[in-house]
């Protein structure tokens, strides 16, 4: 358990407090935390919160969005985004996680859109080096390619970091997301010390209208947790496993529930059988 992360996105409707406070219940020892959350209760009062409760914060979500293709856009999303790094070193985490963006409306240049992104996170590293934050970049399932992240696999993720060094850019493994991949453990053996966050969340069918809301808890679905798990481990990661999930009845449920149910499949699903 004491690797065991609750990311702020699965308890929703949680502040910071009230997401610390539920941590603490449950014996979870680290949570992962969501700016908007974070921006309600101060950046001040949320790191003390969790300091106070005895936790880490495993990463902050959620910085990115790097594809404007205007200058006027790319100047904001770079003020944004250097803004976050100020706020993950401010809470004591050295992992801000970068969603990073979609095609710019009206484009369909893919590869266009990803040499944006490369060339914000040239224009972002040195800000995150200087504040000891490594920028983390989540690639996304290729549903969500057009709107949300250009970066559909964990090879063009470790591509894109390749320039710089592993503790200025890394890469999320996010179980939701990459477990479909054919090239995946290769991918993960190959990130090695670049693996700055390991998330999980089931794949579950059907598939709601909203495909942002498609997560389920691990075991309901169908990904393998524990060969993921080996595979990150095996490549050298020792940091927190994130539960992450993004789920309209989820969010509706009590949030002790919600925890007690995770803890409880994190150990029936994730860790080694017993």
């Known amino acids: 358990m004491a690797r065991l992360s609750l990311n702020q996105a699965t308890t929703k409707r949680w502040s910071v407090a009230e997401a610390v406070d539920g941590c603490a219940r449950a014996g979870i020892s680290a ?27 495993s990463s902050l979500c ?18 944004d985004n250097r803004r976050a790094v100020d706020e993950a070193a401010a809470l004591g985490t ?12 009206g484009s369909r240049d893919l590869a266009g859109a990803r040499q944006l992104v490369a060339d914000r996170i040239v224009d972002l ?7 000891g934050v490594q920028l983390a970049l989540e690639p996304l399932h290729p549903m969500y390619c057009a709107d949300r992240a ?16 592993a503790s200025v850019v890394g890469v999320v493994v996010d179980a939701f997301h990459v477990w479909w991949d054919p090239r995946l453990l290769p991918a993960i053996a190959a990130a090695g010390e670049r693996i700055a966050s390991f998330q999980v969340c089931d794949w579950v069918l059907p598939l709601p209208s909203d495909a942002l809301l498609a997560r389920g808890m691990m075991g309901d679905g169908f990904v393998d947790f524990r060969a993921l798990r080996e595979a990150v481990e095996a490549a050298g990661y020792q940091g927190d496993t994130e539960v992450e ?12 529930d ?13 860790l080694p059988e017993r």
């Open 31 to 57: 949570i992962g935390l969501w700016r908007e959350q974070v921006a309600d209760a101060g950046v001040g009062r949320a790191a003390k919160l969790v300091a106070d409760a005895g936790l880490r914060v």
């Open 62 to 79: 959620r910085g990115g969005f790097l594809t404007a293709a205007d200058s006027a856009g790319q100047r904001v999303a770079l003020e």
């Open 94 to 105: 050295d992992t801000l996680v970068l969603v990073v963006g979609g095609l710019p409306p």
């Open 125 to 131: 590293a040195p800000h995150a080096d200087a504040a």
């Open 150 to 165: 250009v970066l559909s696999t964990l090879d063009q993720a470790l591509e894109l970091a390749a320039p710089f060094p």
């Open 245 to 256: 999930i993004f789920n309209a009845d989820i969010w509706a449920a009590p949030g002790d």
């Open 258 to 270: 919600v925890l007690a149910t995770m803890t409880r499949r994190y150990v029936t699903e994730v």
